[in-house]
């Protein structure tokens, strides 16, 4: 550990003492769990190429501390693979499934691209609003259950219109099936699920 | 005239409308894996022969020749590792041809890596697989230990001295990395920004080594085309267009899905027999796109004679790209349609080349001027011309992906943006 602490201040003052504030206060920890995880992911690169980990290991941290990335989840993550914090941000701006700002405990993704907006997906993003309140995107339910937020094309379209609610599809859709799935997740009740890809094993 | 469909035999993915048994045993049952120690025990060099002959051409969308895209590749030299990197980065509005294959036939992507690794002389290969397919990926990563296990995948694979490992490489949500070195910056840990070329990867790829990369359907199309040889694959499609093909019909048709069907089978056909046929019936189409959003539309006239394939499509000034028909009828609202397109190219663009950053954000902001009813008609050509001015001048190809359809749009469908110009301006005095 202390050679890593080692590299990582070495790589810190690459970038600048306000980065150097930052990297040393991140107050987070991985779980155990992440941390095993992590360990699995570092394997499957050439060990000097660890940086290929970081959208992986980022993607662990969002789910791992509330949905979104804070600061100091970044941090954390920098401090982890030994990178400087600029090029955990810079890789945290780019991507579209790495959330900035708070998100509801369920981040409902609507695609409305071509295919879903042919079979109707202004119906299921109405449906949305309707059941949670929510007015616009990236606005957090007032029972901070839920976000809307409209995607591009995720891949499903034979299966249109459909939704991603944090790692999982729901496709085939209408507005009373959307209404039920959020009402079913919001009770804590098992969902009905017209996709039949369960997941059979953390895919990490 | 009629191309007959293909028997369970024939085809490559027998389980792709996901009826059977996805795991090992389940395409074990489907002759998968059989054989496969006989290909590692033969040379490379007699398979990238083969796939030459075969005239099979990327599945991706660009449709370059597998076998000579394959011949590049250097012979490992001991120094660098060569790499087989598979592109499962979907996400070409109207494409889902890979989710598919991963959630309900993994093995013959697998066994395909395997195959391919072994051509290219790569002990690793890595499969990018788009962020949100995280049940997808689950289902892969078990179709890789299930291999694992039985002796498939790992060292000294069923003794012939060939050794493969395949990782799983999630990405976060970014259509540019699957332009293929974008991909490959993404796998990097960096943004995904697409690099200029030369060098392409088969000299200075992944983590600077030789690199081929794929798509999934062309991965996992190899095996079976070495097994069975050309004559079998050549008896589908047309001279250059051969083999079999994954479509994804989506949009306004009674019956969506995924069909493997012969190269060169006719849109109609495509749409009458395995589609279910265009809501309304087929005097009720309006307009198709035939290969995913980068591919311009066809009017309703050309749908009639089109046939899907690489040749075919081009000849009318589209293209086959991943083969995802997009199918829209007199209730579609085409404008709209084509304003959310560009409204996609816009979100997407890595911001690397000017003409694009700026330009695709432009077109898109033109378009929504003009579906809201706010465009004049002098904007329609100040549109063509912008899209004239992107078109060529960028690193990658996502600017031209970009436009094309644009510019088809206004060949076609001129009269629709004229009509809702001068509505508006009628309605508003």
Redesign the interface.
């Known amino acids: 550990m202390a050679t890593t602490a080692k590299k990582t201040q070495a790589a810190i003052k690459m970038v600048g003492p306000e980065t150097q504030v930052r990297a040393n206060h991140s107050g987070l920890e991985f779980s155990k769990e992440t941390e095993a995880k992590i360990k699995r992911i570092l394997k499957?690169?050439?060990e000097e190429?660890s940086?290929?980990?970081?959208?992986?290991v980022?993607?662990l941290a969002q789910d791992e501390f509330g949905g979104w990335l804070s600061t100091s989840a970044m941090q954390l993550t920098a401090e982890r693979l030994n990178l400087p914090y600029i090029?955990v941000y810079?890789?945290a701006t780019?991507?579209?499934?790495?959330n900035l700002d708070p998100v509801g405990k369920y981040h409902v993704q609507v695609c409305?691209?071509?295919?879903c907006?042919?079979?109707g997906s202004d119906a299921i993003v109405e449906a949305v609003k309707e059941y949670t309140g929510l007015k616009g995107q990236h606005e957090i339910s007032d029972d901070s259950l839920f976000t809307l937020t409209e995607v591009?094309?995720?891949?499903?379209?034979?299966?249109?219109p459909m939704m991603?609610i944090n790692?999982?599809?729901y496709t085939k859709l209408d507005k009373e099936q959307t209404l039920q799935i959020l009402d079913n997740l919001k009770k804590g009740n098992e969902v009905v699920d017209a996709?039949?890809?369960?997941?059979?094993?953390?895919?990490y | 005239m009629t191309t007959p469909k293909l028997s369970i035999d024939d085809k490559v993915f027998k389980n792709l409308d996901?009826s059977g048994d996805w795991g090992i045993k389940g395409y074990e049952k489907r002759g998968g894996y059989k054989g496969l120690k006989k290909l590692l025990k033969t040379d490379p060099s007699v398979h990238i022969d083969q796939l030459k002959g075969s005239a099979l051409r990327g599945r991706g969308g660009a449709g370059f020749p597998t076998g000579l895209k394959w011949s590049f590749m250097p012979k490992p030299d001991g120094i660098k590792p060569n790499y087989l990197v598979c592109n499962a980065d979907?996400?070409?509005?109207?494409?889902?041809k890979?989710?598919d294959i991963l959630?309900y036939d993994p093995h013959t992507l697998v066994e395909g890596m395997i195959v391919g690794c072994h051509c290219l002389g790569a002990k690793v290969g890595?499969i990018y697989v788009?962020?949100?397919?995280?049940?997808?990926?689950?289902?892969l990563?078990?179709a890789i230990e299930e291999a694992r296990k039985a002796g498939y995948l790992g060292k000294d694979i069923q003794g012939t001295g060939v050794d493969v490992e395949i990782?799983?490489?999630?990405?976060?949500?970014?259509?540019i990395c699957g332009e293929e070195t974008a991909l490959l910056e993404?796998?990097?840990?960096?943004?995904?920004q697409p690099r200029v070329k030369p060098p392409f990867p088969a000299g200075y790829g992944l983590?600077g080594c030789p690199t081929t990369i794929n798509n999934v359907e062309t991965i996992a199309q190899v095996p079976p085309i070495l097994k069975k040889g050309n004559d079998w694959w050549c008896q589908f499609g047309r001279e250059n267009n051969h083999g079999t093909k994954i479509f994804?019909?989506?949009?306004?048709v009674n019956l969506?899905?995924?069909f493997e069907a012969p190269m060169s089978i006719s849109l109609k056909e495509l749409i009458d027999e395995y589609a279910g046929g265009v809501i309304g019936g087929w005097d009720n189409l309006q307009a198709v796109?035939p290969g995913g959003?980068s591919t311009p539309m066809l009017s309703a006239a050309n749908c009639n004679t089109a046939v899907m394939d690489f040749d075919g499509l081009r000849d009318l000034g589209t293209g086959l790209g991943t083969a995802?028909v997009?199918?829209?009828n007199k209730d579609?609202d085409l404008l709209?349609?084509m304003a959310?397109?560009s409204h996609?190219y816009k979100?997407?663009s890595?911001g690397q080349c000017t003409p694009c950053r700026e330009g695709v954000g432009w077109v898109s902001r033109l378009m929504d001027r003009l579906i809201a009813g706010e465009g004049t008609l002098e904007e329609l050509d100040q549109m063509y011309d912008v899209t004239k001015k992107i078109e060529g001048k960028t690193i990658c190809a996502f600017a031209d992906g970009a436009m094309w359809p644009v510019q088809g749009t206004l060949k076609h469908f001129r009269h629709l943006f004229e009509e809702r110009i001068k509505e508006n301006m009628k309605a508003n005095g």
């Not at chain 1, 780019?94 to 790495?98: E, G, H, L, P, S």
């Not at chain 1, 996709?195 to 895919?203: C, N």
């Not at chain 2, 993404?186 to 995904?192: A, C, I, V, W, Y």
Request: net charge positive; hydrophobic share 25%.
């Open positions: 499957r690169y050439p190429q940086q290929s980990a970081l959208i992986p980022l993607k090029r810079e890789v780019f991507y579209t499934m790495f409305t691209n071509c295919s907006m042919i079979r591009e094309c995720l891949g499903a379209c034979v299966e249109a991603q790692n999982h599809y996709t039949p890809t369960k997941p059979m094993k953390d895919s | 996901g979907e996400g070409e509005p109207g494409t889902c890979d989710r959630r890595y788009r962020g949100e397919y995280y049940d997808e990926s689950s289902r990563n078990q990782y799983v490489h999630l990405g976060a949500g970014a259509y993404s796998l990097e840990g960096k943004k995904g983590y994804s019909v989506s949009g306004a969506p899905g995924n796109i959003s995802a997009i199918v829209m579609t709209r349609v959310r397109i996609f979100h997407e890595c």
